[in-house]
């Protein structure tokens, strides 16, 4: 698994991007996926996850109403679409993947493969 990160940048308030993931591996889709994010100084936090087919996701609470996850299994790739950014989102986005089920799926120590992150900054 090798997991690569897309779509950041730098959009005002308000403002929506959407993040591409995608990997090189051909076994994509036995793993459930995950976005991560971590603001300078803070800790790694959970934004959402989704199951290996789609069927369930969740989110935190922050994000929850504005931001969507998906994975196309055909195409190794898990986006995050988010709408209504707000200055808050400003972090370093990381996509991560895990093997196996979890009940776990807010905690990065449950997941085994991560991306390089790609930077969001949202401008006030």
């Known amino acids: 698994v090798q997991l690569v990160e897309s779509g950041g940048g730098l959009v005002q308030a308000g403002g929506s991007l959407r993040l591409s993931c995608v990997d090189s591996?051909?076994?994509?889709?036995?793993?459930?996926l995950a976005w991560f994010r971590q603001a300078s100084g803070n800790e790694r936090e959970f934004v959402s996850s989704?199951?290996?087919?789609?069927?369930?996701?969740h989110y935190a609470d922050s994000v929850k109403g504005r931001f969507t996850i998906s994975r196309d299994n055909a195409n190794s790739t898990v986006y995050l679409q988010m709408n209504s950014l707000k200055f808050e989102d400003t972090a370093v986005y990381y996509c991560?993947?895990?093997?196996?089920?979890?009940?776990?799926?807010?905690?990065?120590?449950?997941?085994?493969?991560w991306g390089q992150g790609t930077q969001v900054t949202v401008s006030s």
């Open positions: 991560a993947a895990g093997r196996g089920s979890s009940g776990r799926h807010f905690d990065p120590s449950s997941y085994d493969y």
């Open positions: 591996g051909r076994t994509f889709s036995l793993y459930r």
């Open positions: 989704i199951s290996w087919n789609g069927g369930i996701t």
